[in-house]
């Protein structure tokens, strides 16, 4: 009996955050199902009226959303894919390779990642200018193709590949090339699954850089377009949450069916030092 | 050291060849444009430079200068560390606390719980922030309505400039909190069962195990924490930038903020760039200082 009174406060507790954690995106969710100015009104609604989906067929007429979808969707899997290429070859050989200066460069690298992503964007600027890559979509992807902590990841992880195995596979005569793309690649499948995920959702999320990147309208990314909408649309808040619902929903989807795997990559960056 | 046969995986000569390519983009576009950058951060570089870089001119500390008798850059700088030391602690806290709750053994549906509380941390910024936006309207929002049965009078977050840093930092709570949770519930974990035992044994209540057991222990993870939030929030950018726009009266402008409309605005990059390097410094700084402190706690 005694220990029912704190149970009960400590569940209702964590229910009543998960209640107020929810509570924006749950009426995010509702209110792009409005009436146009029901999410005005006051009190506020909670649910609509009379649902209804003309806000979402609005969207590619009035916010050019298919577009902006596209070119997130594009910029998104190719620098997953370049990202993956990159970084779990460096992570491999990180790991299981023996080379002068690896521990002094991996070291090195490391400690780069204080360095705020903001320094540099100022002279990428300029020299992606001059390589001509302003307002595309490789442009945007630059900064992702290589990242200090996608090779992190593949290294902690591929340093569990036992070495007698690698041996092995030398011993039947593969070639290096061919470890990596036979052994090492399919071991390290969940890990490279976490740095897809990682990468593919903070691509999509990423707001600065497209910004600064793409100066041309057509080729904005979903949350750069969102914001520019966002001062044009200030009245159309149910059209605004629709947009927003439509951005958000693939991340989400992404992390409720990989949630395991994203998780990893929190734990591995969480006990570096 | 025992003796390792000289090539046990591959030859170094493979190995430069595997790390090259992530090299080489790091090198370029990452290692390149720091040095760079802080190269332009002593120039007038600006527009007709992007043009051709025969009109850059060097101007030693002009620039740095410049920015430290800006009233809009200690502006700048006061709100950044507002949010950074508010809105830090409290993230921190926050995370905590939840940590604790989630891993308390009298908590039901751990994983459950902890997959909602995760979810604000996925979303993408910039549509979280129109939301909150909404829910921030005096009139109509969420947040009015609710405060309004506890007898508040409705507050104008986003219009008023001593509330809108305030409402800055609960959505970014709010949106940062799971992903700390997450590291503190696997700190959590690490702690030994028998070190609470002992503590009991001792006499220790609940309280008493906190401070002595679970603080001690939770050091390392919680130095962690705190160095990658002030990183992060010294980096302030996409929610002021939604929400307020900097304002009002630019009681919102953050640092980097700043060194966007300064840099990709108005096109002084110079001026931008050391903008950019005296935030870099100061991450440094307190970096530096966190990891300081948790070397000579531990010694």
New interface residues.
């Given amino acids: 009996m005694r220990?029912r009174i704190?149970?009960i406060v400590?569940?209702a507790?964590?229910i009543l955050?998960?209640v107020?954690?929810?509570?924006?995106?749950l009426?995010?969710i509702s209110?792009s199902f409005m009436a146009p100015g029901e999410?005005?009104?006051?009190?506020?609604r909670l649910v609509p009226a009379h649902p209804t989906l003309e806000h979402y067929l609005l969207l590619p007429e009035r916010m050019h959303l298919i577009r902006y979808f596209i070119n997130s969707a594009v910029i998104a899997c190719f620098a997953t894919l370049l990202s993956l290429?990159?970084?779990s070859?460096?992570g491999?050989?990180?790991a299981?390779?023996?080379?002068?200066g690896?521990d002094v460069?991996f070291r090195f690298?490391l400690s780069?990642m204080?360095?705020?992503?903001?320094?540099?964007?100022?002279?990428?600027?300029?020299?992606l200018?001059k390589m001509g890559l302003i307002n595309t979509y490789l442009g945007v992807m630059?900064?992702s193709?290589?990242s200090?902590f996608g090779?992190f990841l593949v290294r902690q992880f591929a340093q569990s590949i036992p070495?007698s195995l690698?041996?092995a596979a030398?011993m039947d005569g593969a070639s290096?090339f061919k470890?990596?793309r036979l052994v090492v690649l399919p071991l390290c499948k969940p890990i490279l699954l976490t740095l897809a995920l990682f990468t593919f959702?903070g691509t999509?999320?990423d707001?600065?850089w497209p910004l600064?990147v793409m100066t041309d309208n057509s080729n904005y990314t979903?949350?750069?377009a969102?914001?520019n909408l966002?001062g044009e649309h200030v009245q159309d808040?149910e059209l605004?949450?629709a947009?927003?619902v439509v951005?958000?929903l693939p991340?989400?989807i992404?992390?409720?069916a990989f949630?395991k795997h994203?998780?990893r990559g929190?734990?591995v960056g969480?006990?570096?030092? | 050291m025992t003796l390792r046969p000289r090539?046990?995986?591959?030859?170094?000569a493979?190995?430069?060849l595997?790390?090259a390519?992530?090299?080489v983009?790091?090198g370029i576009?990452?290692?390149?444009?720091?040095v760079?950058?802080f190269m332009?951060s002593f120039t007038d570089?600006d527009i007709y430079?992007?043009g051709s870089l025969t009109f850059v001119r060097f101007v030693a500390l002009e620039n740095y200068l410049r920015a430290l008798d800006a009233p809009l850059f200690w502006q700048a700088i006061r709100n950044t560390f507002y949010f950074v030391l508010v809105g830090g602690p409290l993230s921190v806290a926050v995370s905590l606390g939840?940590a604790l709750?989630?891993n308390?053994r009298?908590?039901?549906?751990k994983s459950f719980?902890r997959?909602?509380?995760?979810?604000?941390v996925?979303?993408?910024?910039?549509?979280?922030a129109?939301?909150?936006?909404?829910?921030y309207?005096p009139?109509?929002?969420?947040l009015n309505?609710v405060l309004s049965f506890f007898g508040v009078s409705p507050v104008d977050w986003l219009g008023n400039p001593d509330m809108a840093m305030p409402a800055i930092i609960l959505l970014a709570v709010?949106k940062n909190f799971?992903?700390n949770m997450?590291?503190f519930i696997?700190?959590l974990q690490n702690i030994q069962d028998d070190l609470y035992d002992a503590a009991r044994i001792d006499g220790a209540g609940v309280w008493k195990q906190f401070l002595n057991v679970t603080v001690p222990m939770l050091a390392?993870?919680t130095v962690?924490i705190v160095v990658i939030t002030v990183?992060g929030y010294?980096?302030l950018?996409?929610e002021p930038?939604?929400m307020t726009q900097g304002g009002p009266l630019n009681s919102t402008l953050s640092l980097?903020m700043l060194?966007?409309e300064q840099?990709?605005r108005w096109w002084s990059?110079g001026y931008?760039?050391s903008i950019?390097?005296l935030?870099?410094l100061i991450?440094?700084v307190f970096?530096a200082i966190q990891i300081f402190l948790r070397r000579r706690a531990l010694v």
């Fill in positions: 220990r704190p149970a400590l569940n507790g964590l955050i998960a107020v954690t929810l509570a924006p995106v009426w995010m209110a999410a005005g009104t006051f009190p506020p290429f990159f970084n070859m460096a491999y050989a990180f299981k390779f023996r080379f002068k690896r460069l690298l780069a204080v360095i705020p992503a903001q320094v540099t964007m100022l002279p990428l600027f300029f020299m200018k630059i900064p193709l290589a200090i090779i070495d690698l041996e030398r290096d470890i990596y959702m999509w999320n707001f600065m600064i979903l949350p750069v969102l914001a966002a808040t605004m949450m947009g927003s951005t958000v991340v989400v992404l992390f409720l949630q994203y998780v929190i734990m969480g006990v570096k030092e | 090539y046990r995986s591959g030859s170094p493979v190995a430069y595997f790390i390519p992530a090299l983009a790091i576009f990452f290692v390149v444009p720091i760079a950058a332009m570089f430079a992007l939840i709750m989630v308390s009298l908590a039901r549906f719980f997959t909602i509380y995760f979810l604000p996925v979303t993408s910024l910039v549509a979280v129109i939301v909150w936006r909404y829910v309207h009139r109509a929002g969420l309505y709010w799971g992903y997450l590291i696997a700190g390392p993870t962690f990183i010294f980096q950018f996409a930038y939604v980097v060194m966007y840099g990709f990059m931008a760039a950019a390097f935030l870099f991450i440094l970096t």
